[in-house]
Nanobody, 122 residues
C-alpha cells in the first residue's frame, strides 16, 4: 500500500532556503504526476508544484522563480527546493499524487502523510 514520508522542514529566516524530500512507496511511481502541497493554519490545502513522470513542472504563481521541484524515479523520491522563503510560505508541506487522478487513496479514503512543517520568520 502507498506510503509517503516527507522530511526536511524546519525554522528558517526570511530569504533563506530549505530542501524538502519525500519518499514514496506507491506502485508505478515513475508514471504518476507527483506534487507538493501545503496547508497554512486556517487555510485550505493548496498545490504548490507538480512534476510529471517525464519531468514537466508546474508551479503556483506565488512560488514561481523561488521553488523548484524534482524527482528521482529510480528511488521513488520527489524533492522541493525552496529559496528566497517568505513568511507567507509558512505551512505544513505534503507530497502526494497530483494531476487528474488527485491524491492517493488507501483503505477507501484519501491518504496523506504526516507532512513536514516549514516556518519562515520575518
Amino acid at each position: 500500500q502507498v506510503q509517503l514520508v516527507e522530511s526536511g522542514g524546519g525554522l528558517v529566516q526570511a530569504g533563506g532556503s530549505l530542501r524538502l524530500s519525500c519518499a514514496a512507496s506507491a506502485n508505478v511511481f515513475s508514471i504518476q504526476v507527483m506534487g507538493w502541497y501545503r496547508q497554512a493554519p486556517g487555510k485550505q490545502r493548496e498545490l504548490v508544484a507538480s512534476i510529471t513522470g517525464g519531468g514537466a513542472e508546474t508551479y503556483l504563481d506565488s512560488v514561481k522563480g523561488r521553488f523548484s521541484i524534482s524527482r528521482d524515479n529510480a528511488k521513488s523520491t520527489v524533492s522541493l527546493q525552496m529559496n528566497s522563503l517568505k513568511p507567507e510560505d509558512t505551512a505544513v508541506y505534503y507530497c502526494n499524487r497530483a494531476g487528474p487522478l488527485g491524491a492517493f487513496w488507501r483503505n477507501g479514503m484519501e491518504f496523506w502523510g504526516k507532512g513536514t512543517l516549514v516556518t519562515v520568520s520575518s
